[in-house]
């Protein structure tokens, strides 16, 4: 079973298109993640959520918000795309509560917009 | 605020030799760092992580990492490179929020 699971792979759309990156968590863990990596490899934390607190980093632009519907998943949308959008995704997860907790990833989306 | 300096974005060795992949942390209070590595086109998987039990850390793969506060580094080794080591390795230090803050990368090329 893969702990950390996201769909689609592979997403190409257009500017100006609205789309939605989905993930999932087996592992039973209280909190997620979103991470963008740019075309040179470098990671950058989006959000991280658990049931309790949201909290963004303040250089992701309004356009992307995180969604979860429970606590195993935690669905990125993007509003407006645009051609910086452009990158490979990766969701986490982490159990908090314990103090040297591991964040494991999924396999990423890479992004593509025309 | 925690940060992390990967020296050298790109390091070759020959299969057999010595793998040495340097990382710099800066962080206000003692740090949780992770080593992860990203193998062509797939997600990131943790080798070792540093949680300030013993300062050096052995991993998976034959990799370890050794944590020193006084040169604030935690550097990854390796004895012998095998092919199948070639890959992007990250280095990270948690911050506050639980969040990851990444270096870099080093891209690992090994030469047969």
């Known amino acids: 079973d893969t702990a950390v699971s996201q769909t689609p792979k592979y997403l190409v759309t257009q500017m100006g298109n609205d789309k939605s990156i989905k993930c999932e968590q087996n592992?039973?863990?209280?909190?997620m993640y979103w991470y963008k990596q740019d075309s040179k490899k470098f990671l950058k934390i989006m959000f991280s959520y658990n049931n309790k607190e949201l909290i963004i980093n303040e250089t992701v632009p309004n356009r992307f918000s995180p969604k979860s519907p429970d606590k195993a998943h935690l669905n990125l949308h993007i509003n407006s795309l645009e051609l910086g959008d452009s990158a490979v995704y990766f969701c986490?997860?982490?159990?908090?509560?314990?103090?040297?907790?591991?964040?494991?990833f999924g396999p990423g989306t890479r992004l593509t917009v025309l | 605020a925690q940060s992390v300096t990967q020296l050298g974005s790109h390091v070759s060795v020959s299969e057999g030799a010595l793998v040495l992949l340097r990382c710099n942390y800066s962080?206000?209070?003692?740090?949780?760092l992770f080593w992860y590595v990203q193998y062509p086109n797939q997600g990131l998987q943790l080798l070792l992580k540093y949680t300030s039990a013993a300062t050096l850390v052995k991993g998976i793969n034959g990799f370890e990492a050794e944590f020193k506060k006084s040169e604030t580094s935690f550097h990854l080794t390796k004895p012998s490179a095998h092919m199948s080591d070639a890959a992007e390795y990250f280095c990270?230090?948690?911050?506050?929020?639980?969040?990851?803050?990444f270096g870099g990368g080093t891209r690992l090329m090994v030469k047969p």
């Open positions: 592992l039973g863990h209280d909190t």
């Open positions: 990270a230090v948690r911050n506050a929020g639980n969040m990851l803050t």
């Open positions: 986490a997860s982490s159990q908090v509560s314990r103090a040297t907790d591991t964040q494991y």
């Open positions: 962080s206000s209070v003692p740090p949780y």
